[in-house]
């Protein structure tokens, strides 16, 4: 014989706590409901699932309008000035800071709010970042560069796609097309991306090698940071590889229940 059901009645702080459990589950509930312990325990974890959702809704809607504003800008500039040199100086330090905010991805991924994993975002993040604040920011020589532009666009004109993707998708209404856009424009985009970075590296180097940067930071290893960004360019390519391929694992994992829905149709 079963044990019975564990019944909570009027207690005022069991009531609330279960009223307010319900309202975000959107289930009925009377004060004298019987409720067991597993049925308590799945209305807590919906409740949390749900407010870890409305919390990735914001999060992502926040970055989606703060690339679409650095677009914006990039965009404004150069139909004003018709000029490629403006890019750094119309959206360069908003877009450092979208991209510095840009790690709590990979604590999403480290935590196990989103199922991304660790390494590949903590990848993707640690390579623009370096690129972004080490280089870019930090070099005057170089915001006025074309290759700032391409790179600043390429960038914009993903995260634009991306970050409403995973907004909409908190909500489960993410429409069919925006999933298309989301696994397709990156095949031609982010090669676009990488290659203008890797561009504005090499033509860094001499400017690095001439101020000797940061060379306090790398005074107590046997190679200068000149030397260090001259491995990243040789590691560059293969590292970007893995991320590439991710996408495209991604991509038909994404996108093949919708086509075999198409063809069994």
């Not at 926040?62 to 004003?80: C, E, K, N, T």
């Not at 069919?176 to 095949?187: G, K, N, P, Q, W």
């Not at 985009?189 to 790398?218: C, H, R, S, T």
Request: aromatic share 16%; proline share 6%.
């Amino acid at each position: 014989m079963g044990q019975p059901p564990i019944t909570y009645h009027s207690t005022p702080l069991i009531w609330t706590k279960l009223t307010s459990q319900n309202l975000l589950n959107g289930l009925p509930f009377h004060r004298n409901t019987p409720c067991t312990a597993a049925e308590l325990q799945r209305r807590q974890y919906f409740s949390m699932a749900r407010l870890s959702n409305l919390y990735l809704f914001f999060y992502n809607s926040v970055q989606a309008f703060g690339w679409a504003v650095a677009l914006f800008r990039i965009s404004i500039d150069f139909l004003s000035t018709k000029s490629v040199n403006g890019a750094y100086v119309s959206a360069g330090e908003l877009i450092c800071l979208l991209q510095t905010l840009g790690f709590i991805e990979v604590m999403h991924g480290a935590v196990g709010i989103v199922p991304s994993g660790f390494l590949f975002p903590l990848m993707q993040w640690g390579g623009r970042t370096h690129f972004l604040l080490a280089i870019v920011r930090r070099i005057d020589e170089v915001h006025e560069l074309p290759v700032v532009f391409i790179v600043f666009v390429a960038w914009c004109c993903i995260e634009v796609i991306r970050y409403p993707f995973y907004a909409l998708s908190c909500l489960g209404k993410c429409p069919s097309f925006l999933t298309y856009l989301r696994y397709t424009v990156f095949i031609v985009i982010y090669p676009i991306g990488v290659v203008g970075e890797m561009w504005l590296m090499y033509q860094a180097l001499p400017v690095i090698m001439e101020k000797n940067l940061y060379a306090d930071y790398f005074a107590a290893m046997p190679f200068s940071y000149y030397t260090f960004v001259k491995a990243v360019l040789i590691c560059y390519p293969f590292l970007w590889l893995q991320l590439y391929l991710y996408l495209f694992k991604q991509r038909r994992s994404k996108l093949r229940p919708r086509n075999e829905e198409k063809k069994r149709e």
